[in-house]
Each structure stands twice: as C-alpha cells, then as structure tokens.
C-alpha cells in the first residue's frame, strides 16, 4: 500500500487525476471503476478541464460504477446516473455504450446484481477502482457487516450514511433507505485501487482502515490485504495516523 499525502482537497484532486489520467494514457481501453459523492468531484473536474485541453481521450475507455440509489430514476438530480453524467460524462468523449451504472428501478434487484456482477465479468475485471470513504469505513454502499464475501448486492443503508447523505437533499426522508452495491469481493477483484479521502472528520475512521484490524465491522480495512492499493489523503485526513504513527 502507497500513501500520498496532499496539502488540501485540491492537491489530492490533482494528485489523483494524475494516476487515472496516466492509467487512459497508457492503456486506453482500460475498464475504471468509477465512485460518486463530493469527494471525486474535483477528480472529475480536473480530467474534465485535461480532455478540453486534448491531453486525454476517453473514447476507448469503459466504466462502471460502483453504486446507484434503489427506487431512484436515471433523471432524478439525487440520481448517481444524473451525477455522473452532470459532473463527468458530457463533458468528455465517453462512449454511451461503454458506461455501466446498476439500475436502482429494477423490477428484480437480485437479477439486476447478477447482471452487474456479469457485466464486470465480461469486460475483463477493473483496472482501476476509484474509490471514497464513509464515515462508517464503508466503500461504495458496503456498510459494517459480518463478512466480506459479497459481490453486487442490495444494501440497507446505515442511519449514519442516511444522516451524511441528507445534505445532498432537501430532507433527511427524501434520502433512499437502500442501494445497489458493487461488493467487497468484486471491489477487491479491481487490479489497482485508488482510495481518496479529505477532511479531518474522516482522520479517525482512515486510522482504522489503514493501521487497525481487517474486520468487515470496518469495510474498508480490507483494503490492507489487497496488492496494489494507492491512498491519497489531505493533511486533515491525515491527522490522526500523524499522531499514531509519526514515522509516516
């Protein structure tokens, strides 16, 4: 495991838009597995202001996301399908063809986390896995549980994820109760996995993920067990493994 440190939210942006650009650049039909919330929005904003400046090209490129809201349409602004194509996708040369997003109205939600699940399957794996950090440890909508063997599944969401949630609605009982989830078991089959965190409200729970037990009570700390892992984290994300380990 690598970990970067940046001076502020803008810095790991930066930081982090350098790997995934390198990894387009490079191999330009990679597979990226793609994360949403107000974390990557400046990764975003950042590939977004390369590709206008023709440094990059997202033509080959195919993506899947990692969640999406249950009982929320496509069009819905609270939507991660609305998210992603207002914050990354029609500002680039995606392929409508190559982006895959879970259907949260699916009629048959455990159908749809088999044909997600075979969708990852049939384009050869992740390459790179983008991935934020919640406040319970959780990546993706992968809250506290008892195991780690899951692969796309339906989530009930934590009080503590709908309360961090809320401020993206107008109301805490506006926020979906559940969501489909790429697993843990799926997320670590990614070959290379970037974890991005910022702020010091998230300086305890990093701690936890990267230096305390492998527990799936902390979803996250299995990333210590995975190969190629690369954290970049602001100073404030980084406080508290300062004082706990203060050779890093």
């Known amino acids: 495991m690598e970990i ?14 350098n790997i995934i650009s390198a990894q387009v650049i490079l191999f330009p039909k990679s597979v990226l597995g793609l994360a949403t919330g107000s974390t990557p929005l400046g990764i ?19 993506s899947v996301n990692l969640d999406e809201y249950c009982e929320l349409s496509p069009e819905d602004p609270q939507s991660y399908h609305y ?17 895959q997003i879970p259907n949260g109205l699916a009629n048959d939600i455990e159908e749809e986390c088999v044909r997600y699940d075979k969708i990852i399957l049939d384009v050869g794996g992740i390459d790179l896995q983008l991935l934020g950090l919640g406040n319970t440890g959780h ?4 809250e506290p549980d008892q195991c780690f063997d899951k692969m796309t599944h339906r989530v009930k969401l934590s ?4 309360t961090d949630n809320s401020r ?18 799926a997320i670590m089959q990614a070959r290379k996995i970037l974890l991005v965190v910022n702020g ?20 996250a700390s299995i990333l210590q067990l995975h190969p190629n892992v690369i954290v970049i984290a602001d100073e404030d994300a980084l406080s508290t493994i300062r004082l706990q380990h203060p050779n890093l």
Request: no cysteine; proline share 4%.
């Open 4 to 17: 970067i440190k940046a001076a502020d939210y803008q810095g790991m942006s930066r930081k982090a838009a």
């Open 44 to 62: 975003y904003k950042q590939l977004v202001n390369w590709y206008q400046k023709g440094d990059i090209d997202f033509r080959d490129i195919r």
């Open 83 to 99: 998210y992603m194509q207002e914050n990354f996708f029609k500002y680039v040369n995606f392929q409508r063809k190559n982006i």
């Open 139 to 142: 990546i993706g909508f992968n």
């Open 159 to 162: 009080s503590q994820t709908i």
């Open 168 to 185: 993206f609605f107008k109301s805490m009982d506006e926020v979906p109760r559940h969501a489909i989830t790429m697993g843990i078991k």
């Open 200 to 219: 010091d409200n998230k300086s305890e729970i990093l701690e936890k993920v990267l230096f305390g037990p492998v527990t799936p009570e902390v979803p």
